[in-house]
């Protein structure tokens, strides 16, 4: 599927759904802040992109795992049922991470991850060897010089559906069912201060 078909095939089920679309203010009952406004609605990712989301990043038991945005928590409950790493999920929306933690615990992994309300644009990810995506194409291009500054070196960004724009063209894009699913290293070349002000690093 091209991106202007999936964006619209992203659209499309969110409202198909029931879920407002962007953006959506999100009810906080539990600690009195005003609502949020959601950057992206919920669409879950099926369960065999996210599988192989997880193989393409070579996850592994030695991996911190955050994903932004992070749904049900199915990505990072499946990184550490699957491979036995530890993650992070960040998600605005209170209902969200209250599924994501009922999701680990029934997996029984809740000892491995954890589950926050937070924005993703306020989540410190330094200590992330693999962060993974399913956002929209300008959120993507907005956290970019996030992901360059604060992952080290070696750690992969894989994103379901959008890219981070032709300034950091991905190392692999894959076809899954349809889907498609981007992956990119970091490298010495997003560390090091770019000529043109960080706009290109591929
Ligand atoms: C398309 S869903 C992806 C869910 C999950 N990552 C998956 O792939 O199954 C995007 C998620 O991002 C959350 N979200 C939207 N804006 C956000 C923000 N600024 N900070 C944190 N989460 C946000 C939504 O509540 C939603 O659950």
Redesign the pocket.
């Not at 994903?67 to 990505?75: E, P």
């Not at 999920?89 to 929306?93: M, P, V, Y």
């Given at each position: 599927m091209n991106p202007i078909m999936h964006r619209r095939h992203?659209l499309l089920a969110?409202a198909a759904g029931g879920i407002a679309l962007l953006p959506a203010p999100?009810a906080c009952a539990q600690d009195k802040r005003p609502p949020?406004?959601?950057?992206?609605?919920?669409?879950?990712?099926p369960q065999d992109v996210?599988d192989r989301m997880l193989e393409l990043a070579h996850v592994a038991k030695s991996d911190y795992l955050i994903?932004?945005?992070?749904?049900?928590?199915?990505?990072v409950v499946s990184a550490a049922r699957e491979f036995g790493a530890q993650g992070l999920?960040?998600?605005?929306?209170p209902e969200?991470i209250t599924e994501a933690r009922a999701n680990a615990k029934k997996a029984g992994v809740g000892t491995r991850v954890d589950f926050r309300i937070?924005?993703?644009?306020e989540?410190d990810l330094s200590r992330a060897s693999v962060v993974?995506?399913?956002?929209l194409p300008d959120?993507n291009v907005k956290l970019r010089p996030k992901l360059w500054q604060q992952l080290k070196v070696g750690s992969r960004v894989v994103s379901?559906a959008f890219d981070m724009g032709p300034e950091w063209p991905p190392e692999r894009t894959e076809d899954v069912g349809g889907r498609t699913i981007h992956m990119w290293t970091i490298g010495p070349a997003q560390k090091a201060p770019a000529a043109d002000g960080g706009r290109s690093r591929a």
């Open positions: 992203f969110a999100v949020a406004r959601l950057d992206v609605p919920y669409v879950p990712t996210v994903d932004l945005g992070c749904g049900d928590g199915r990505i999920g960040i998600d605005l929306n969200r937070a924005n993703l644009f989540t993974t995506l399913y956002l959120v379901h």
